[in-house]
């Protein structure tokens, strides 16, 4: 005669056994939503430009989404990050270039849904080509420093700034191929009839 086993107790037992060991509470987590509705605003000042989304950028180790909004004609000279610059165009029309000049002709068109990389520390630079906004993500810190260090003209004086996120100190000189103005005159260029 042969043996009979009820494997319905025995699987009833060892699936009793297998969830008595889950740790309590596991059915009932749930996971957070976060959505983030782009907007649709106009640029006014640059601390209006670079928006948080997720995450610290200027934290090392800490995931991080931002996105950015330009006006058409917008450039960003040649810069480098500590980091992979992941880009991808959600509104409008981007150029991305690589190269420690900024030249028009190595410019490559991205479109909404288009991604770029810009590997850490290579020297890249961008045109806007329309309204747009990019959304940029990676792992911090994600800073900016430029290739040659900026000028900006500010009511305490011309700035001399290394990186987007310097604050900038007076500068004692100014290249002599830098136009020193003062806040408030307006700029006049020379007609050329075309």
Known sequence: MAKVVQIPVIFGFLTGAYLGLQPAGLAQQTVESHVVPLKHSSIVTMDKRVEAVRGDRTKPGEPFVIRIHAEAGYIVMPHTHPIDENIVVVKGSWALGMGDRFKRELLEPMEVGDYGLAPKGMAHFALSKSATTLQVHGIG??????????YELTDHG??????????????????????????????????TGQ
């Open 141 to 150: 810190p994600f800073v900016t420093r430029w290739v040659v260090p900026v």
């Open 158 to 191: 011309v700035l001399l700034k290394a990186g987007a996120e310097d604050p900038g100190r007076v500068a004692t000189t100014t290249p002599s191929d830098c136009f020193v103005l003062k806040p408030g005159r307006h700029v006049v260029a020379a007609s």
